[in-house]
């Protein structure tokens, strides 16, 4: 969103992506910026991503009618299948060298490939602790998330496992807040989680990214917030987001950007990814 002067006139303007196109709209301002211009960039912003919240609510309620039509058995099935898909792909993410078959055979036939004890170890942790979040709906705390990162890596990283970080941490050219104001800062992230007005779907893509930006674990700290923001989205009514392997590069890329930008690449993703869903 920018302020433009065209002929002695301010313009605020907004610009987004919708439909592969570029869709721009611009509100006048006068011959002086008005006091009020953060408001109007709030509305203006509220404007024009209306569309993009009833598809999201379009979404949300096709799912709802799918999921309850589903048997429990069929449900159950459903369930292990988001298992191995998240587990395979947010751990590939992470550089875990099992293949989605592998995961699939860890999980489900409970046999363990020629592979690192450490990533085998970190495969049937994690798809208990999805499954776990599935059936449990508990309000996201600063107990949940020591406890899920303990559960993962209880075995694999027992020296940092469960507990916020005391040391520095660096990811490529990013320096992530001081240690010291990481308690401080996750207090503030989870109050934020608390927030009723904001649509679901961008509320789990801006707390997955005030998280990853606060670094708040030694290690696995992309686990736990893929967790985080499909906790939020699940326990809303919405269909999961599952950041494929294949697709990381953007992904990382999103995270490099101001924390709007990150917004605006998530939501397009969710969109794109659930499209089946707004046709029906």
Avoid: C
């Avoid at 065209?6 to 869709?23: C, T």
């Avoid at 930006?213 to 269909?239: C, E, S, V």
């Amino acid at each position: 969103m920018q302020i433009i002067k065209k002929n002695g006139y301010y313009y605020l303007k907004h610009s987004l992506r919708r439909s592969g196109k570029v869709i721009t709209k611009e509100r006048y301002l006068g011959k002086e910026i008005p006091e009020n211009i953060e408001a109007l960039k709030q509305e203006l912003k509220k404007e024009s991503q209306e569309a993009v919240y009833q598809k999201l609510e379009k979404i949300r309620a096709s799912f709802q009618k799918e999921w309850k039509r589903l048997p429990e058995s069929a449900k159950q099935r459903e369930k292990e299948e988001l298992a191995i898909a998240f587990t395979y792909n947010t751990n590939a993410i992470e550089g875990s060298a099992i293949t989605l078959a592998e995961t699939r055979e860890i999980i489900v036939d409970k046999t363990a490939p020629n592979k690192s004890l450490a990533d085998i170890h970190e495969t049937e942790a994690h798809s208990k602790v999805f499954l776990e979040l599935l059936d449990k709906h508990e309000k996201l705390s600063k107990a949940i998330l020591l406890r899920w990162h303990k559960d993962i890596f209880g075995e694999t990283k027992s020296d940092i496992s469960g507990r916020y970080r005391d040391f520095r941490v660096r990811v490529g050219t990013y320096i992530a807040p001081d240690w010291q104001d990481v308690e401080k800062l996750m207090l503030s992230l989870i109050k934020f989680l608390k927030n009723t007005e904001m649509n679901l779907v961008e509320l789990s893509a801006r707390a997955h990214y005030q998280f990853e930006k606060i670094h708040p674990f030694g290690d696995g700290n992309g686990r736990i917030g893929r967790l985080l923001m499909n906790h939020i989205l699940w326990f809303a009514g919405y269909p999961m987001l599952i950041i494929e392997y294949k697709k990381r590069k953007s992904y990382y890329r999103a995270l490099q950007r101001e924390e709007d930008g990150f917004v605006n690449y998530f939501l397009r993703r969710y969109l794109t990814v659930h499209k089946r869903r707004l046709i029906n």
